[in-house]
């Protein structure tokens, strides 16, 4: 199975990145996922569930102990042969 993730860290900071944003996209980078592409205002990634669900669990742990209040994230099934 197939996931693909969005997420967003608060607060925002349109000045300078937040450390929970570093640390977030840290985490989605690092983690052995097919595809990443981190944004501004929101970031995504795909891969197989365990890469996704392991590398989820990570950015929620370390965005939080970094400082998020608020972690948004939606996580999507992929069908056959979906991007």
């Known amino acids: 199975m197939r996931l693909r993730v969005e997420f967003t860290t608060e607060p925002f900071d349109l000045d300078d990145p937040p450390a929970h944003a570093v640390v977030a996209r840290e985490v989605i980078e690092g983690a052995e ?39 948004s994230l939606q996580v999507n099934v992929l069908g056959e042969g979906e991007k």
Not at 51 to 66: G, P
């Open 33 to 71: 996922l097919d595809a990443v592409d981190v944004g501004p205002f929101g970031n995504t990634a795909e891969g197989g569930a365990d890469q996704v669900l392991t590398a989820v669990d990570a950015l929620l742990r370390r965005a939080l102990e970094a400082g998020a209040t608020r972690v």
